[in-house]
């Protein structure tokens, strides 16, 4: 459904993704895991056109996105994004921040929005914050919040790149409970993580990118137990 072909990315004389091939098929879960600096925010944001690559190509569903032709607009209203941090509009209520999406660029009646946005809330364990402001909420229910709103866009793939890694230990199981449910009801993810033990859990396959360059992909139970390259062993020995 999600097909990245020889990518390449370069960031002044720097090459940052050195050819990356990645495949994800609809309903899959990916984990990225790699070492700081190794490529994974660059990839991802490359998926979503949020980076121009410099080389390869990039296809949703057939669809070659990387054509210049393509409307970038329209392609990132399908492939959701999450970041790190500061991902809420502070100055909208969570309702709003979660409605504005739909309403503005897919044109969704605004009472329609606001019963999706409503039970997406509730989904995400938040249904009596509705009215609140983001700077009322901890990071932990910020981040879920944030996550319905990228829902709320009905994304054919959902693109997390490290969305606990800001967050207190204690906020970031009610975050991987959400992740845990839109598995469950059969999202395509990819996502970028150092929750080694969540990613051996929930994901289908785990890639790890070693400076640029996927070093070795394959089912959680083969790469978190019998890693082919000595690089993955080390990389795993280090985080687990
Ligand atoms: P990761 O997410 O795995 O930590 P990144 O994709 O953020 O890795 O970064 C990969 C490399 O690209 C790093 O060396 C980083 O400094 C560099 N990089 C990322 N974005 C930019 C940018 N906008 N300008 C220059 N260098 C960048
Ligand atoms: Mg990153």
New binding site residues.
């Given amino acids: 459904m999600l097909r990245a072909s020889a990518i390449r990315k370069s960031?002044?004389g720097?090459e940052?993704l050195r050819g990356v091939e990645l495949d994800v098929a609809e309903g899959e879960v990916v984990c990225l895991i790699?070492?700081?600096?190794?490529?994974?925010?660059?990839?991802l944001r490359c998926l979503n056109l949020l980076e121009e690559v410099d080389d390869g190509d990039i296809f949703l569903d057939d669809r070659e996105i990387t054509d210049p032709r393509v409307d970038a607009d329209e392609v990132r209203r399908s492939i959701g994004i999450v970041f790190q941090a500061y991902n809420l509009f502070p100055h909208l209520s969570v309702l709003a921040n979660i409605t504005l999406g739909p309403v503005r660029a897919l044109g969704v009646p605004r009472a329609e929005a606001r019963t999706e946005a409503l039970t997406l809330l509730d989904r995400v364990g938040l249904a009596e914050k509705a009215d609140a402001y983001p700077d009322a909420l901890s990071g932990g229910q910020q981040q879920r919040v944030a996550l319905a709103r990228a829902i709320a866009m009905r994304p054919r793939v959902l693109l997390l790149d490290e969305i606990t890694s800001a967050l207190d230990p204690m906020l970031v199981g009610e975050v991987l409970d959400v992740i845990r449910g839109l598995r469950a009801d059969g999202m395509t993810i990819v996502m970028?993580t150092h929750e080694m033990t969540f990613a051996r859990e929930v994901s289908d396959r785990v890639v790890f990118?070693a400076d640029g360059a996927i070093e070795e992909s394959g089912p959680p139970e083969q790469i978190f137990t019998a890693p082919s390259s000595p690089r993955t062993a080390e990389f795993l020995a280090r985080h687990l």
Wanted: net charge positive.
């Fill in positions: 960031f002044g720097q940052v790699g070492a700081s600096g190794s490529g994974k925010s660059t990839l970028a990118l």
